[in-house]
């Protein structure tokens, strides 16, 4: 026989890394008043502290007035670690919204991105996770950046979920590109060994069979091992969709029911819902899939939109966003840090969800439009502001 080919095992690429003129991470990127950049070796930087400004109730939430990188660096000074990072940076769009500007060179917009990153990346607990939000003009750039920092064995998904879509090209014969109807969320977790429970989401319309229905208990895959005898059928080929021992058992609870002189199963699976049923129509065994409001959750997210224009922020995002972000993603008791907070969306959600929060925003809209949020969801919170030298770039 001829001799086989040694096999050579395949080569372990580097993952490919993302590359901009000035990439410099020991260099901050700082924005000042008038909108200008400046970038500051990270070591050369004082270390301010942040004053308490305002307590309301418990003090259990905290808002930090501030460039986020002095907030970021303030918690990583203390300790705090965070179990869910939801944020939604500028995107790069290179306009200038009414309570913030979003017009950065795109090398310079990374490299303000990057530090921050690794800040939140240090942040999170081991069963941390990271949720950014952003659209077609970054999220590519962002990703390699992500897997570079988090490792891409960390990478989760990317959500695409919808937004508003302007239909001015209606008027055109030809157009450059369609309209964009999505934005898109990179998941990351911290450790690769992180496993989210089961996700598992309303459904808009509630259940599609509210009785429950009888569903075909024989399916195609082939195991001989689950062709036994059931109801007096065995079959000759596919498999039986459950092992032996439970099929019986959900056969045994159908007769129960048949017993019992209720005529309505949904009720008599009511006083136990663990209970399945199994049962034979004609030449057909059948098992009962009860009524469902919830569906697994998969990455399109369209029942919802993204942005919601309650606030007077143009890029407010939508409570039902929030609410499925920090469902999927954190447990009641967590802590939800959003460090671009914008209109605090993430602070509202996370109060009404049982989490505790911090969130921190440069802008005035910390006082104008955060602020007052939490008091809404009857949650109380600290309001603290960076102080000294680099206080005036906390306001504007
Ligand atoms: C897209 S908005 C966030 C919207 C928010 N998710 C909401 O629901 O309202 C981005 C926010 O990040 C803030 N921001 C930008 N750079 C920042 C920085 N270096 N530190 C803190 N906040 C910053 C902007 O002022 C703006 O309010």
Redesign the pocket.
Known sequence: MPEQPARRAAPRLEPPRLDWPDRDPDRVVL?DEDGAAERRPAGELPKPELIEIARHGDGAGLLLW????F?LDWLLRRGTTVDLIYT????NTGRRFE??DDRLEVGLYLS?LET?LVQMRDLLSARGTLVI?LDDRVVHHVRLLLDELFGPENFRNSVVVKRITKNLQHQFQQVQALPVAHDLMLVYSRDPSRRYPKPLVPKPNGPAHPEGYWKDFWSTADRPTMRYELLGITPAKGQWKWRRSRAEQAVANYLEFTASGHDRLLDWWRRDETREFVRRRGEKVYHWVPPSDTRFADTLWDEFCAYSFRRD?P???SEPLLERVIRLYSEPGDTVL?????????GAMAARLGRRWVL????E?ALT?IAPRPAEAGAGYRLCRAQGELGTLAAR
């Not at 939604?88 to 995107?91: G, S, V």
């Open positions: 924005i501030a460039d986020n990188h907030g939604d940076p500028p995107f309570h913030y303000l921050r939000h922020f890029t407010e995002k959003d460090p671009f907070a914008g209109s605090g969306t993430t921190i925003e440069r802008g809209q439009h």
